[in-house]
């Protein structure tokens, strides 16, 4: 059981390139999320998915796309990096019940690097 | 405006002593709380919540209170190790709302000193 898992670790990027930030969860949760989180400050919820082809937005969804075709994948789409994405984004998982008792398990993070 | 804060950015204490986290939050309809313990390089991992029909909640060394007049929380550790200095991280969510639509604070940097 890998739990969350997250690839690359590491990506430097230029600005206006595009990429694909990898998220699968093996635990056969219905919601995933994923977070940014930039230097003394929290997560911040970019895009989020209650299920497979359903996702919304969060708090900062722009400049990115998210799409959820399978339970197990939630991949993070940057579509024209800009130096302002530099940051470690986190995927994370839930069961996905309709109430607030509920508990996220986190991804290790990618740490994107925007020149 | 910012939901949730964590006033103090870092704090420093000795092994063996009592170690206390603030959280303190603005919107009336939170009422699931938890706190989330964060190591260099990894994701944070959850450590303890708490509902808001209880004022306390104990799990080993952690112990998390809950003052809802206040609307504000604390994470007490005791006694606290080492292996504690993390990054711990406080978070909401509402009624309704799935725990992955929760709002979290800026975070809190423990060092325990041996």
């Known amino acids: 059981n890998a739990g969350v898992t997250q690839t690359p670790k590491f990506q430097v990027l230029k600005t206006g390139q595009s990429m694909t930030l990898q998220c699968a969860q093996d635990m056969n949760h219905e919601y995933m999320s994923w977070y940014r989180q930039d230097p003394g400050m929290g997560l911040r919820l970019i895009h989020y998915?209650?299920?497979?082809?359903?996702?919304d937005q969060g708090e900062v969804p722009n400049g990115y796309n998210v799409s959820r075709s399978t339970t197990e994948d939630f991949p993070l789409r940057l579509l024209s990096a800009a130096p302002s994405q530099t940051s470690v984004y986190f995927c994370a998982s839930s069961y996905g019940a309709e109430t607030s008792t509920d508990t996220q398990y986190f991804g290790p993070g990618t740490r994107l690097t925007v020149l | 405006d910012q939901q949730v804060k964590q006033n103090s950015p870092s704090l420093s204490v000795q092994e063996g002593r009592i170690s206390i986290l603030n959280c303190d939050y603005t919107?009336?309809?939170?009422?699931?709380f938890l706190w989330y313990k964060k190591y260099p390089a990894e994701g944070p991992t959850f450590l303890i919540s708490?509902?808001?029909?209880?004022d306390k909640n104990e799990d080993g060394r952690f112990t998390v209170f809950l003052n809802k007049s206040a609307k504000h929380l604390s994470l007490h550790i005791v006694p606290s190790q080492p292996g504690d200095s993390a990054v711990y991280f406080c978070a909401a969510s509402a009624p309704n709302t799935n725990a992955g639509k929760s709002t979290f604070g800026d975070g809190t940097t423990l060092t325990v000193k041996p």
């Open positions: 708490i509902s808001s029909i209880k």
């Open positions: 919107n009336s309809m939170f009422d699931y």
């Open positions: 998915s209650v299920g497979a082809g359903i996702t």
